[in-house]
């Protein structure tokens, strides 16, 4: 049994600190919190624990398993560990569910969420924007942020692909806990000033939800405006992302029923304008940007993808023309009435087309090639605008 707290109730206070270490692959918390171990003894050198988990289907039953018997094994004494595996009653899902604070609410449209929203949009198809979104997640990741994906492009979903994902969500009762992408060993890029890397000294996670882990890759998604809305919003309320530093969502090019859909349920949320240098594109992508006016969200900048392709000798060839990013920003700058910035222009790099068909951000393969490189910028700078606290209850009373 388990205390209203979560914690496990028969626990031998020698076993304790080492189940307390073992965390939820999914849910990111420690499974001692998670009300997972009704039970754990020791009898002579032999660790006995029992688990409890949320479906009997979990996907991460063998990971789970795995790393009990690791940490209850390293335990001075024990010799043999036996894990006994049970699956919670339909009233210990609903107690997690309270335990984790979930509701079937839009948490990221609460004035108080300290979540940065970005809407990445594009005017056209084809400028690469879902690599820039993953690319851009993954490299936060990096630095220590917890991250979380909407891939919100309904009709042309590619972000599990990106990222190699091909487990499925895990439902517990009405809750959707999306799949988590770790940051591989030897990319962390913590900051290392203290006033951002506070609290943030681990590395960071990818937590990424997608209509394409619910239907079969090969039949088409044809919904019209009312059902994409609808899925916009399941995403938004029913999948527990928990307490995310950075949520991105792959928005469909153009200005239709997913973008508006998305400046009504995320008001407060910024737009990242990508584009390619191409004239064609730059046309286009200035009215995804000026859509905000239209939704009350703000422009918080624009990405240049596909710029110049490096050559080995050196020199760049300007495969899809120059300095359209740059006219993006100063047209929707005046348009707007505010600072538009160019983030950066990503230049045209094998490396990314290569990563991305291996399921493996290119700021994860190739941390230093140059597309690589000016995405970390970019992340950077999203990862210093300001989450802004107009508005907001600070939680303290002024004394007179």
Not at 15 to 25: E, T
Not at 33 to 44: F, H, N, R, V
Request: net charge negative.
């Amino acid at each position: 049994m388990t205390g209203k707290d979560g914690t496990a109730g028969t626990v031998d206070p020698r076993l304790r600190s080492a189940l307390d270490g073992v965390i939820d692959p999914e849910l990111r918390r420690p499974v001692t919190e998670l009300g997972m171990i009704p039970a754990a003894t020791l009898d002579g050198t032999t660790a006995h624990v029992t688990v409890l988990l949320t479906v009997s289907g979990c996907p991460l039953r063998g990971t789970i398993e795995a790393d009990l018997r690791t940490a209850l094994s390293e335990v001075p004494g024990v010799t043999e560990v036996v894990v006994d595996v049970g699956v919670m009653t339909p009233e210990q899902r609903r107690e997690l569910q309270e335990r984790l604070g979930h509701h079937r609410s839009n948490p990221f449209a609460d004035p108080d969420s300290l979540t940065r929203v970005h809407a990445v949009t594009s005017g056209k198809g084809g400028v690469g924007k879902s690599s820039v979104t993953v690319n851009l997640a993954a490299a936060l990741a990096a630095m220590g942020r917890t991250v979380g994906i909407v891939d919100a492009d309904v009709h042309g979903f590619s972000v599990p692909g990106l990222l190699g994902i091909t487990q499925s969500p895990t439902r517990v009762g009405d809750m959707i806990l999306p799949p988590v992408v770790e940051v591989p060993e030897g990319v962390d890029r913590l900051p290392q000033d203290s006033a951002a890397g506070a609290g943030h000294r681990s590395r960071g996670v990818v937590k990424v939800i997608s209509i394409g882990m619910f239907v079969d890759p090969a039949q088409p998604v044809a919904w019209r405006g009312p059902m994409l809305h609808r899925a916009v919003e399941q995403f938004l309320t029913d999948v527990h992302f928990g307490d995310l530093d950075h949520l991105l969502l792959d928005l469909p090019p153009g200005t239709g029923d997913i973008a508006i859909s998305v400046g009504q349920l995320l008001p407060r949320s910024g737009v990242l304008v990508v584009s390619t240098p191409q004239h064609a594109a730059v046309s286009v992508a200035q009215r995804s940007g000026t859509l905000a006016e239209q939704t009350g969200q703000r422009v918080t900048g624009v990405v240049e993808n596909m710029s110049a392709m490096v050559m080995p000798d050196g020199s760049r060839m300007e495969v899809f023309g120059a300095g359209g990013g740059e006219t993006i920003a100063t047209s929707l700058s005046e348009r707007l009435g505010y600072p538009v910035p160019l983030l950066g222009s990503v230049p045209l790099d094998v490396t990314v087309r290569e990563a991305s068909d291996r399921g493996v951000p290119a700021v994860w393969a190739d941390p230093d090639s140059p597309a690589a490189a000016q995405l970390w910028e970019i992340a950077r700078a999203l990862d210093r605008q300001g989450r802004g606290l107009a508005g907001r209850s600070l939680g303290i009373t002024p004394r007179g």
